[in-house]
């Protein structure tokens, strides 16, 4: 966790906040995670006149993720219009557990946290292989 640039990774987030479309929260939300290679990936929430259609901001993130070559989420910072930290919805914890697993470091408003402790008893790809 030491090794980690939340600063950085924090201003990032804030950056792809500004980007945001949130004409109906008006709550613009943008995400950051660092890479196990040292990219860092980024998304902004991108919402829709049919409400529940909204994409949030990690949505954009695990996109960029995946579509520049994968990899695993080491570390990410959620921000919102203050560009302070904030929790991932329930669905995007999700998302990041499936790129980050148990290990990743979420910046929370409480400091840094592993999502084995943001998510406990997360439901994963093993579960699948179970039955
Ligand atoms: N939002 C995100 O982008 N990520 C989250 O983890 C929480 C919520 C967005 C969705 C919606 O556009 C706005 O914040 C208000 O819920």
Sequence with gaps: MSTIDWSHLQERAAAVMQQAYAPYSHFPVG??????????????NVENAGYGVTLCAECGMVSELVAGGRGRLVAVVVVDARGEAIMPCGRCRQLIWEHGGADCVLLTPEGPLPMREVLPQAFGPEALGKV
């Design 31 to 44: 995400a950051a995670g660092l890479v196990d290679d040292g990219r860092v990936v980024t998304g902004c």
